[in-house]
């Protein structure tokens, strides 16, 4: 066995053990991620302007979706930039010795800041250095495991993004229990402090207990890659659009509504994500940790969901499935708006992260069915801009009805209730949307190919 797969053992089974210490990187990115959303939206809404702003709940909604442009700008830039880079330490590992401290740095200021202007600064510059470095820790795992075992490896580095996830949403508690007596703006801030001291613990650990190859190449070596790099990278010219693909009427129709379809869902599931520490801690008098945890049910339901989402989709078909799971979340979420009974909030919550695994799990092999086998990477890109655009509108969108519904009631205060009308007017149109989508039902795309794109595309 090649000795820069560090994730492999000689007999090429994963090296367990190495693929836990690979995942620390990527801890480090969930818990700050899982913080930030958690606990950002409320700190912008009491902050003074913002609050006295006509529109703030819009505000607030822009000013969420930064990370999601950056994302879409800069990780793939910068996931290009270190698969050239060639230094002592490796390709990924000079994006993590700068980014992390550095984020680790301003993160610990955001909850302290009570200036509008230094806090969209420091927003701003610790989102975009999380972009340079979260595609390079992504790629530390594939680079270290050959590729007939990455999907297992890849379940070892998502079950250390887990562990991230629970660190991030436990913390509030922790810092309860140690500190009992802590008025909640100290929780917060400690909870930030918190964060910083777990994300620069796992950099600690990438760096002296993973081991990255020495990637400084000769001269050859660079044209060689470079050739390479343009072959499997056509020019815009050659790369096509959906009309010069020789898809049929039917399956050009299906292709669009499914990607419509896609738009809608992320725009309803972002929203929450965005927007329910708000919801809990306006409306059901939650703290903030308490509604983070709650919500984190919600990510960790559509984990459990995921296994039996694909064998129910291979069952009895992708498109069942997918349907089935937003007609589901949508009673659950048009339920409880209507009958307000809080015990059904966490059967909505838990029951709709499940059903959202039926839809996430099984859209994306819809896609490239439609597409076929040689069409896999242009269709893959079509899936994402449709999720990534919803991630960058939707919180906007949301933002905009909170302040509509703000101007309509007498007191002039935000309904927070309406998220759940929104989201399941969402998964409505996504539903609508679905039942003209005719193709993609065939597997003739293997599950290998399908973990290795969302490998190479998620978290």
Known sequence: MDNKFFCAKPNGKLHYPHTMLTGFGFMAVQIAWIIYNAYVPLILRENSTIANLAWSSTAVGIIMVIDNIFGVVFQPLFGRISDRTHTRFGKRKPFLMYGIPLCALLFIFIPRIQVLGILMLDIIVFNFLMSTWRSPVVAMMPDFTPSEIRGEGNAIINIMGGIGVVLGTVAGKIITFIAPNATEA??????????????????????????????????????????????????????????????????KKSLIFMLIALFFNSNATDSINTYFTSFATTELGFSSADASLVITLFAAATVIGALPAGKLGQKFGRKKTIMSGWIG??????????????????????????????????????????????????????????????????????????????????DGQVNYWSLFIYCPICFALALLCMSQVKHGETQTISKETIDKIKEENED
């Open 186 to 251: 100290q929780i917060r801030d400690n909870v930030f402090i918190f964060g910083s001291i777990v994300m620069v613990v796992c950099l600690l650990v990438v760096l002296f207990f993973v081991k990255e190859p020495d990637s400084r190449i000769t001269k050859e070596e660079s044209l060689r890659i470079k050739a390479d790099y343009e072959k499997a990278n056509p020019t815009s010219d050659e790369k096509q659009s959906i009309k010069s693909m020789g898809l049929t009427k039917g399956e």
């Open 329 to 410: 979340v949508l009673v659950l979420f048009l339920t409880y708006a209507l009958t307000k009974w809080n015990p059904l909030l966490y059967i909505a919550i838990v029951c709709g992260g499940i059903l959202i695994a039926f839809v996430t799990i099984n859209t994306l092999p819809l896609v490239l069915e439609i597409g076929g086998l040689d069409r896999v990477g242009t269709f893959t890109g079509y899936y994402y801009t449709a999720t990534f655009s919803a991630s960058i509108v939707g919180p906007v969108l949301v933002g905009g009805m909170f302040d509509l519904t703000k101007l309509m009631t007498p």
